[in-house]
């Protein structure tokens, strides 16, 4: 059954990759928007603007929205709220009112820090959110604007990692690269555990919730976690690069200024009840991620 899918904030590393995804495989029609999309390749709309989405819902045919729009900066949406709200909450009503509008399905994607943290074996799907900060509070009023379309489904989803897009500046792991390369120390957190999920892995699996129209809530994680320190050393060991460089970060006892869920784990019993295995976590995906950004040698070369 051939299906015309759109892509908001497909200029983002998770739209991107989701873009291409969803792509592949006969039968689809995928448009991505962004707000510089006549710089590549998509169409320029500002989410932001109900006047400018309302009139390119009415311009093209749609049946399912992936809505990837966000500000997923959390010291950023703590300083400005207003911001924040305009992004992570305004855009979504902006949206969800069009799919409702126009039947189209709706797939937003959240975050896991609509929780708080405290709960010793993870959160389900149905555990109430709780979130904590600015970031958390704007993502899920996202969450119960897409929540009126009728047929929605909100993914949550863990800390991220992927290739750099355009426009952009060097992610998170291309940044510790450099700064290892330099023979620099670099100092990360060891308190906060989260589950490093790729973006590639992120988008197949929503490839497979988009073609069997799952509705409700779903969440999509690695079941591994790890600290960013935990993590920085394990790129530092795929790449041959001095793990001792790969520090620790000196806290002290007082709480953060932007409160963090210490273990906001997503569980996954809802995903591998439908006979879909979570994305892998970083101790099996990393070396494949790094291949495919350039780091590494592709597998079996020289």
């Known amino acids: 059954m051939s299906r015309r899918i759109l892509v908001t904030g497909a200029g983002g590393m998770l739209g991107t990759e989701v873009l291409s995804v969803l792509g592949t495989g006969p039968g689809k029609e995928v448009t991505g928007w962004s707000r510089m999309g006549a710089d590549y390749g998509h169409r320029p709309v500002d989410a932001t603007s109900a006047q400018q989405v309302v009139s390119a819902f009415a311009d093209q045919d749609f049946d399912v929205?992936?809505?990837?729009?966000?500000?997923?900066?959390?010291?950023?949406?703590?300083?400005?709220?207003?911001?924040?709200?305009?992004?992570?909450?305004?855009?979504?009503?902006?949206?969800?009112?069009?799919?409702?509008?126009?039947?189209?399905?709706?797939?937003?994607?959240?975050?896991?820090?609509?929780?708080?943290?405290?709960?010793?074996?993870?959160?389900?799907?149905?555990?109430?959110?709780?979130?904590?900060?600015?970031?958390?509070r704007t993502k899920r009023e996202g969450e119960l604007h897409a929540s009126r379309v009728p047929g929605h489904l909100i993914v949550r989803l863990p800390v991220l990692y992927g290739a750099r897009v355009a426009g952009r500046g060097p992610t998170w792991t291309e940044k510790l690269l450099h700064a290892l390369e330099r023979h620099e120390p670099v100092e990360l957190d060891d308190r906060f555990e989260r589950q490093p999920t790729w973006t590639h892995d992120v988008a197949v699996t929503l490839?497979?919730?988009?073609?069997?129209?799952?509705?409700?809530?779903?969440?999509?994680?690695?079941q591994e976690g790890l600290t960013k320190y935990a993590w920085g050393r394990k790129i530092a060991e795929a790449t041959g690069m001095p793990v001792s460089l790969v520090r620790p970060a000196n806290t002290s006892s007082e709480a953060p200024v932007i409160p963090k869920p210490a273990r906001p784990w997503l569980r996954t019993e809802r995903l591998e009840g439908l006979g879909v295995?979570?994305?892998?976590?970083?101790?099996?995906?990393?070396?494949?991620?790094l291949r495919s950004i350039g780091v590494l040698s592709p597998a079996g070369a020289d």
């Open 207 to 222: 490839k497979r919730a988009v073609e069997a129209d799952l509705d409700g809530v779903l969440h999509v994680a690695a």
């Open 277 to 289: 295995r979570p994305p892998g976590g970083v101790s099996h995906r990393l070396s494949p991620f």
């Open 65 to 136: 929205c992936v809505h990837c729009v966000a500000n997923a900066d959390v010291q950023q949406c703590q300083d400005d709220p207003q911001a924040a709200r305009q992004v992570n909450a305004e855009t979504t009503r902006i949206v969800a009112e069009s799919c409702a509008r126009h039947g189209v399905k709706l797939v937003y994607i959240s975050t896991e820090y609509v929780f708080d943290g405290t709960a010793e074996n993870g959160y389900a799907e149905s555990d109430t959110p709780a979130p904590l900060q600015i970031y958390g």
